[in-house]
């Protein structure tokens, strides 16, 4: 079948990679459009942030992650959950807040974690997931796994003490470390143009002696190849690198947020720059993957996010019983 | 075989049998091996009071030095404790837990509930607590009450070189969070401590004297000066039960709530300020779970509501002294009802 067509093959992009990295950005863009949409209908609890838009900045960095790897993510946290292999019902059940959640219906959308995939959770704070990413960059060099360790963080946390501590450790300890700045434009609603004082905050990496790169965020193949080149620097023992990512989300800070502080923006990302149709355009141009092909796996991911809401709703709530278990291993 | 060693060397013998043991035990903090970059580093000098000494050059590229950034080293040896280490991260002062404590409190502290019972985090926060150094306002709280009050810590305060090794030691094989706090004017104290390695366990409070008249609770240095109260009480015939809990998280409400049940009086000895402190959370729990036993007010025997003083006429006033726990449990003693 797509055996017979010219496949050039892109850093290691085989075409089984390239659907599969096709499948995780539509995940994140079906999964997230469809949290949108339930939102509304007033039956998710809580804060909820989404993330699409920015696919090809998760789909692009941790397609070259695997077990040895661990990421830190943010309060707009669910695509970096799907890139790194978090189960997408576990993930829908636990915005929901039902005990088949990954987080058994304790954490919520903003504290999303799988720690048998590596991924330490969707974080709350500002800047709370650049710290522990040296530590477990630190253990992954100090039992020798070449692992890396992935923080993705936002242009608001970019201005965090937390954020810049992390990244001069990182440098001092020269750890396997990649720092991911998703800039998105803004802070809530404060634009990222006035609260970052530089250019770029890319141009911050000098101040740290590491390598600095921006990439265009709608761009696959740009993410993947960045991130391939800091992965591999950082797995042979070459440091850490910080990278930005430029891109626009789609939607709101929150669900719920009235965008007044923003124009029409997005309009013109999702006509023009979208990370999913580029990407289309460009394998079935190019000859890698087949219009069918992707059309598959668009069918094969809304019916798993439809069974996911189905089976979520569906799902029993935590009781009085969950109440007070797991806050220790013993006590 | 016991011997008598320093507080200092006791917590140094636990991080080194420790390491000994388990390769997964690393250390780290400002100064821990001394001097990294340096000429410093062959002398490593082991921090401001030494307590690490000597462990730099004897298990490499597992002592290692900080930049002053406690966020970025606490948050580290939190991530690393989810990667299969066991990090043992030194906040020099407890006073700096200001400038971390997000890392503590709302990673390390919730990872386990947060993330429905999955994360398993066993790092240890070593930190330097308390007044009488004549080191002021920034350099000597007693702050274990602000971690006590966090679900998901546990919170270690030894009061003797053989409490601060086995109960470090334990520290460091438990798989929880634990926030240990070492007294800083206790560094050189002296007692007795087994050279053998032994683990001390949590929520197990220590009775340090047996007596009927009156029960005194004391945390951490308070510890041997209600000790010293408890013996010129004695001579004027009053018998203290002289309680040290060893970790306020968890507490071992039974051992307090049997004494006082057996006392009918309560003294609590914290050095820390008074307002929701862990005197203030033991005589709570008197007062609700011991009340028909009580026959007299419970007294609370602490420092004021104030920061702490420089000056060493203030500061001396200000750390709570045997006379003063002295008075609080003849003043109990004297009431019957």
Same mark, same amino acid.
């Given at each position: 079948m797509t055996d017979t067509l010219p496949r050039p093959v892109? #850093?290691? @992009? &085989?075409e089984n990679r390239l659907r599969e990295a096709y499948r995780v950005m539509r995940t994140i863009r079906m999964f997230e459009e469809r949290v949108h949409d339930e939102f509304a209908t007033g039956e998710i609890p809580g804060f909820v942030h989404l993330y699409a838009g920015e696919e090809a900045s998760a789909a692009g960095v941790c397609?070259? @992650?695997?077990?040895r790897d661990a990421i830190a993510s943010t309060h707009r946290g669910h695509g970096h959950c799907i890139a790194k292999g978090v189960d997408v019902k576990a993930m829908m059940a636990e915005i929901y807040g039902r005990t088949t959640g990954s987080c058994h219906g304790k954490g919520g959308s903003m504290h999303i974690a799988d720690l048998s995939k590596g991924m330490l959770g969707a974080n #709350? /704070?500002?800047?709370?997931g650049p710290p522990l990413i040296c530590g477990t960059a630190l253990a992954a060099k100090l039992q020798q796994t070449g692992g890396v360790g992935v923080a993705f963080f936002g242009d608001g946390a970019s201005n965090q003490g937390t954020t810049l501590e992390a990244l001069n450790l990182a440098a001092v300890w020269n750890l396997p470390a990649i720092f991911v700045a998703?800039?998105? #434009? $803004?802070?809530e609603a404060t634009s990222s143009t006035w609260s970052?004082?530089?250019?770029?905050?890319?141009?911050?990496?000098a101040g740290f002696g590491m390598p600095g790169v921006i990439v265009d965020g709608f761009d696959f193949f740009a993410v993947y190849e960045a991130a391939g080149e800091a992965i591999a620097r950082a797995r042979e023992g070459g440091g850490p690198t910080l990278i930005e990512v430029k891109f626009t989300r $789609?939607?709101?800070?929150?669900?719920? &947020?009235?965008? =007044?502080?923003?124009?029409?923006e997005v309009a013109n990302a999702r006509a023009n720059l979208d990370c999913l149709s580029r990407f289309r355009a460009r394998v079935v141009e190019t000859g890698q993957l087949r219009q069918s092909t992707l059309d598959q796996v668009d069918a094969e991911v809304t019916t798993l996010v439809d069974d996911a809401v189905t089976e979520a709703k569906a799902a029993p709530k935590p009781t009085r019983a969950d109440l007070e278990t797991d806050v220790y291993v013993s006590y | 075989m016991a011997r008598t060693i320093s507080y200092r060397e006791a917590v140094n013998e636990a991080l080194a049998q420790e390491m000994d043991r388990d390769p997964s035990v690393i250390v780290m903090g400002?100064?821990?091996?001394?001097?990294?970059? =340096?000429?410093g580093e062959e002398d490593a000098w082991g921090g401001v009071l030494g307590? %690490?000494?000597? +462990?730099y050059h004897r298990f490499p590229g597992r002592v290692l030095d900080t930049p002053i950034s406690e966020s970025a080293f606490v948050g580290a040896a939190i991530g690393a404790a989810t990667r299969g280490m066991r990090p043992v991260a030194e +906040?020099?002062? /407890?006073?700096?837990?200001?400038?971390c404590f997000d890392q503590i409190f709302n990673q390390a502290a919730k990872f386990r509930y947060m993330f429905g019972g999955k994360a398993v985090t066993p790092v240890v926060i070593r930190t330097m607590y308390g007044a #009488?150094?004549?080191?002021?306002?920034?350099? =000597?709280?007693? +702050?274990y009450p602000l971690f006590t009050h966090i679900p998901g810590l546990k919170v270690v305060v030894p009061s003797s070189p053989y409490e601060a090794k086995g109960l470090l030691i334990q520290s460091i094989r438990d798989d929880d969070p634990v926030i240990f706090c070492e007294h800083?004017?206790? $560094?050189d104290t002296t007692g007795e401590v087994p050279e053998d390695s032994y683990a001390i366990p949590f929520g197990e409070a220590n009775v340090v004297r047996d007596g009927g008249d009156v029960t005194v609770v004391a945390i951490g240095r308070m510890v041997s000066v209600a000790a010293q109260a408890a013996s010129e009480l004695a001579a004027s015939g009053i018998d203290v039960e002289l309680i040290d809990p060893? %970790?306020?998280?968890? +507490?071992?409400t039974d051992t307090i709530l049997e004494s006082v049940e057996n006392t009918g009086r309560l003294v609590v000895v914290d050095?820390?300020?008074?307002?929701?402190?862990v005197a203030t959370d033991i005589s709570a729990l008197a007062a609700k779970e011991a009340f028909g036993s009580l026959r007299a007010p419970i007294e609370m025997v602490t420092a004021p509501h %104030?920061?702490?003083?420089?000056?060493d006429s203030l500061e001396d006033l200000y750390i709570p002294d045997a006379q003063r726990i002295v008075n609080a449990v003849k003043s109990v003693a004297g009431w019957s009802r």
């Open positions: 892109e #850093g290691g @992009l &085989d397609a070259h @992650l695997d077990q #709350g /704070i500002v800047g709370g998703e800039n998105n #434009g $803004y802070a970052v004082a530089a250019d770029n905050i890319a141009d911050r990496a $789609y939607f709101g800070h929150f669900e719920g &947020d009235q965008q =007044s502080y923003r124009a029409d | 400002e100064d821990n091996a001394g001097g990294a970059g =340096s000429p307590v %690490t000494k000597g +462990l +906040l020099m002062f /407890i006073d700096f837990m200001g400038v #009488g150094l004549r080191a002021a306002a920034q350099h =000597s709280q007693a +702050l800083k004017a206790m $560094y060893r %970790t306020t998280s968890p +507490l071992d050095e820390a300020t008074p307002r929701c402190n %104030t920061p702490v003083p420089f000056a």
